[in-house]
């Protein structure tokens, strides 16, 4: 078996084995969702989580106009503040971004260059009134 992983022009894995491999995804669900008005936001990261690269975080089926608290840190949590389950740390970052029509939100993020192998955890909460909806979380490790 043969697994090549061609990144960019600057970055090429490539490794052969005759035994059995498995491919995984770059990022791996975690928490559960709360629904609003009978929908479950959804959060999913797009491009691979590399050092020095960006990562892409989209929340889908948000409710139209409210704010998405997006929550970012090196430890997973699981309290009760402020109306909401709190499925990650704050210690990287907490941004408040509108939801738009689509009841969508994508945020671009860069990675450091010299956080190979660190996990993040990221959250995202949808400010509703009267209360908050949490969506699921998304855990990763920073690649070389």
């Given at each position: 078996?043969?697994?090549?992983?061609?990144?960019?022009?600057?970055?090429?894995?490539?490794?052969?084995?005759?035994?059995?491999?498995?491919?995984?995804?770059?990022?791996?669900?975690?928490?559960?969702?709360?629904?609003?008005?009978?929908?479950?936001?959804?959060?999913?990261?797009?491009?691979?989580?590399?050092?020095?690269?960006?990562?892409?975080?989209?929340?889908?089926?948000?409710?139209?106009?409210?704010?998405?608290?997006?929550?970012?840190?090196?430890?997973?949590?699981?309290?009760?503040?402020?109306?909401?389950?709190?499925?990650?740390?704050?210690?990287?970052?907490?941004?408040?971004i509108p939801v738009d029509n689509s009841g969508e939100?994508?945020?671009?993020?860069?990675?450091?260059?010299?956080?190979?192998?660190?996990?993040?955890?990221?959250?995202?909460?949808?400010?509703?009134?009267?209360?908050?909806?949490?969506?699921?979380?998304?855990?990763?490790?920073?690649?070389?």
């Open positions: 078996s043969r697994v090549v992983m061609d990144l960019d022009p600057f970055t090429y894995w490539e490794d052969t084995s005759e035994g059995n491999f498995t491919i995984m995804a770059s990022y791996s669900s975690y928490g559960s969702g709360t629904a609003v008005n009978g929908e479950v936001p959804s959060l999913e990261m797009h491009n691979v989580p590399q050092a020095g690269g960006n990562i892409v975080v989209h929340i889908a089926n948000a409710q139209v106009g409210a704010n998405a608290h997006i929550i970012a840190g090196r430890m997973a949590q699981n309290s009760f503040q402020y109306g909401v389950t709190l499925l990650a740390t704050t210690d990287i970052t907490h941004r408040i939100v994508l945020v671009s993020n860069s990675l450091p260059s010299g956080a190979v192998g660190v996990t993040v955890y990221i959250q995202a909460v949808i400010a509703s009134a009267p209360v908050f909806s949490a969506t699921a979380g998304v855990q990763f490790v920073i690649l070389p």
